[in-house]
């Protein structure tokens, strides 16, 4: 089993597209980081398949800040220590709905519980979208995999070949890694269809590369979009940059855990 990189960060994100936080340790179930994505904007517009209201459609809800009332309860389960106790992978009981509560600060400095009627109202005024609800789960909602994994090495990359800097943040993941130094840039694609080992206990399989979107193009500080990365990324790396993950064991994941091939 070798130790091929570690843990940079490990990043979460309360509502669909809006900021995220970084954190020292989550919990990563097979839904994925515990509190990441729990709240989401639907709309009864557009496509039924994809009804998600996000920053692709509204660029500055990436400067909407979630807040988690209780945090210390969302980081992971209270009786995670007793089911593992029995055997790694048993599901530990997430905490009730309630307790996710999210407060919300917006661009302009106001802040509302996610959930307050004027919150939405802000919202469908903002989307100028009436038919605009809030969905919540505490498993997490995706566009299309439980866990994301992205390179510090190749925001460095990406970086040198724009010529001005990108911030990793752009990409959104759940976990930013650092691959060891003999490791290529590109390390994660070499990974598809591979199990890792994070810390004492998750193991992970890589899935596939990560397509990218809109979203990538979006500055994380002021939400300006700059569509020169993404026609770099399409042009020079097939539109992908990172990879998709998905977990086989659940476990606890700690900032600078070291990252095991286990095949």
Known sequence: MA???TIESIWRYPVKSMMGETLE???????????????GLVTEK???GFPWFTGRDKESLLLYKPCYKEAAVTVKPGNLEAAQNIKPGINPLYP???QFSVEVET???ETYGIEDAAFLDHLKALANDPTLKLHFTQRGQFDCRPLTLFSTQLSE???QELGTKVDKRRFRSNFYVTWSEDKPPLYENDLVGKRLKIGETLEMTVLER???????????DTSEANPEIIKHVSQNHEGYAGVYGA???EGVVKAGDAIALLD
């Open 107 to 109: 661009p302009e400095g």
């Open 157 to 159: 990359l990406l970086t």
């Open 3 to 5: 130790v091929v990189g």
């Open 96 to 98: 009730d709905g309630e």
């Open 247 to 249: 977990v086989l064991v």
């Open 46 to 48: 557009g496509n039924p």
């Open 210 to 220: 990560d397509p990218r979107c809109k979203m990538i193009t979006l500055d994380p």
């Open 25 to 39: 340790q989550a919990f990563v179930s097979f839904a994925g980081v515990m509190g990441d994505r729990v709240y």
